[in-house]
């Protein structure tokens, strides 16, 4: 059987052709900036001065790589991120994905002003809070690292619960009229049957929430306090501070990218399932 080829409208390629030179030109540039972070983190001091990165004229110096992990204790600082990170994604998913599909599906009294409060507390940035949630935590005794891995809960708890309803919201009800009928409860129907379709979505927000807490910096720098709960996002401030003391640029450089690295890694390897989550969807009812 012969395949079919679309045509290629060239009047619509035409009018897209900004739009791609856009892309291409940033996706060059971040690509050179990366080797050029790259090319500095396996140079000295002096090679990266005197703009000689990519030349290697003393060779790769992958020692700068040992060194940032443990003198400058890069190692410390992700394992913190690391263990924030998943905890976090965990609570949110536990928090977030039951309140989204009771909100999807079942019209109560409070459910309206339930969705009004999480669209309000989206649309309010985390600097105009930290001052009241500071003194809460000073004033009931909460600190280290529960604390924060709360904070970071509780502030990704409405973004995932709106971002999940919406896919909740295009399931057909059949799915839990067949598990009615077949005798299966309304907790076990979720958990086996309407979490499980909405897979895509899950990996998606919990994708983004990974990214949003290893990236964070502003709380962390609030509320952490001891250098052993230190994340890398303060940890590197505290490298770049350092730098006027030990002057190893190299070894900033290959910090950088040991923390570079866990992001990168999930964009290579999970950009078709980010992308299923963003577009896809279930059968609509």
């Given at each position: ?14 009018r ?5 030179i856009i ?92 969705r ?25 005794h909460?600190k ?24 909740f ?21 979720f ?29 962390a ?6 250098e ?5 996002g ?38 078709e ?13």
């Amino acid at each position: 059987m012969a395949k079919y080829h679309e045509r290629i409208n060239w009047k619509k390629e035409a009018r897209l052709l900004p739009g791609y030179i856009i892309v291409i030109l940033w996706c060059v540039f971040t690509a050179v900036m990366v080797f050029w972070v790259f090319g500095a983190s396996l140079s000295t001091s002096r090679e990266i001065f005197s703009g000689k990165v990519l030349e290697f004229a003393t060779g790769f110096h992958w020692e700068n790589y040992i060194t940032a992990w443990k003198t400058q204790n890069v190692s410390v600082f992700f394992a913190n991120s690391l263990l924030y990170a998943t905890v976090s994604c965990a609570g949110v998913l536990l928090i977030s994905a039951p309140s989204a599909y009771v909100l999807s599906r079942w019209n109560f009294t409070c459910s309206r002003t339930i969705r009004l409060g999480l669209l309000i507390s989206m649309s309010v940035p985390a600097i105009m809070i930290i001052m009241p949630l500071y003194t809460l935590a000073v004033q009931w005794h909460l600190k280290g690292r529960v604390l924060l891995i709360l904070l970071y809960i509780l502030m990704r708890v409405p973004y995932t619960t709106m971002y999940l309803l919406d896919f909740f919201s295009t399931l057909s009800r059949s799915y839990e009229e067949a598990a009615y009928l077949d005798g299966c409860p309304p907790a076990q129907t979720f958990w086996r049957i309407m979490l499980p379709l909405v897979q895509p979505a899950v990996v998606t927000v919990t994708i983004f929430n990974f990214l949003s807490v290893w990236n964070e910096f502003f709380m962390a720098l609030i509320f952490t306090s001891d250098e052993s709960m230190t994340p890398v996002g303060v940890g590197l401030l505290q490298i770049v501070n350092s730098m006027k003391y030990t002057g190893n640029y190299g070894g900033m450089f290959a910090a950088v990218m040991i923390v570079f690295l866990p992001t990168f890694l999930l964009y290579i390897f999970l950009s078709e399932k980010i992308i299923s989550g963003v577009t896809g969807g279930g059968v609509k009812g």
